[in-house]
């Protein structure tokens, strides 16, 4: 059974910082990662991306709501993907989730079960 298993979430104040992480039970190397986001009473939201790296570079791709605040990284080594999130506002709460999709076989895709995270004055 896949399992992805996020973690850092918490509370914290406008323009502080959280460290998301997310272990993966599965070897990720051939897999693009992704966090995704759900605030209550919203649909589920692309944050970052970051591809495989199969094909060179592991590019990313940021929500621009995020763009220059947060930062995806991975370690294929140790099969685990981060979310440096900085400058967090109110309008970063929300559930985050770890999201894995196959680079050959994209229907091969998994979810872990997300991690809180509070913005709050």
């Known amino acids: 059974q896949v399992q992805l298993v996020e973690s850092g979430g918490g509370l914290v104040q406008p323009g502080g910082t959280l460290r998301l992480s997310c272990a993966a039970s599965?070897?990720?190397?051939?897999?693009?990662m992704g966090w995704y986001r759900q605030a209550p009473g919203k649909q589920r939201e692309l944050v970052a991306t970051?591809?495989?790296?199969?094909?060179?570079?592991?590019?990313?791709n940021y929500a621009d709501s995020v763009k220059g605040r947060f930062t995806i990284s991975r370690d294929n080594g140790k099969n685990m993907v981060y979310l440096q999130m900085n400058s967090l506002t109110p309008g970063d709460t929300a559930v985050y989730y770890c999201?894995?999709?196959?680079?050959?076989?994209?229907?091969?895709?998994?979810w872990g079960q997300g991690t809180h995270v509070t913005v709050f004055s």
């Open positions: 999201n894995a999709k196959n680079t050959v076989f994209p229907q091969n895709e998994y």
């Open positions: 599965i070897v990720i190397s051939t897999f693009a």
């Open positions: 970051i591809s495989s790296g199969i094909t060179g570079g592991g590019s990313t």
